[in-house]
């Protein structure tokens, strides 16, 4: 049973910074791109940041790019959102999600698996 558990989120200032964590089980980690998207209330859920399944390459939202870095450390099945100068608009949950194909990271429905989200809240 293939499993994303994210962690980290929480309540910060405009300014300040979060260090999300989306721990996997159950799937073949090194196989697999991951992603991150995010969905504010009555918005949809969009794209935050991708890794390709060595870490070698990144993507990013032009709305966090500057600000945010998504990594990955294989041996310990867990992918990471570092999240710097927070602003209120940040605000939303965060999920992660695993891509077994990766070849358009930033479409929802290119991804295989989804994790049940982390809240990040920030306060203006």
């Known amino acids: 049973q293939v499993q994303l558990v994210e962690s980290g989120g929480g309540l910060v200032q405009t300014g300040g910074s979060l260090r999300l964590s989306c721990a996997s089980s159950?799937?073949?980690?090194?196989?697999?791109?991951m992603g991150w998207f995010r969905q504010a209330p009555g918005k949809e859920r969009e794209f935050v940041a991708a890794?390709?399944?060595?870490?070698?390459?990144?993507w990013y939202a032009d709305s966090v790019k500057g600000r945010f870095t998504v990594s990955r450390d294989n041996p310990k099945n867990t992918v990471y959102l570092q999240m710097n100068s927070l602003e209120p608009e940040d605000t939303a949950v965060y999920y992660c999600a695993a891509d077994s194909w990766g070849g358009s990271v930033r479409r929802i429905d290119e991804y295989d698996y989804w994790g049940q989200g982390t809240q990040v809240t920030v306060s203006s």
């Open positions: 159950g799937l073949a980690f090194s196989n697999y791109a």
């Open positions: 890794v390709n399944w060595s870490g070698s390459l990144t």
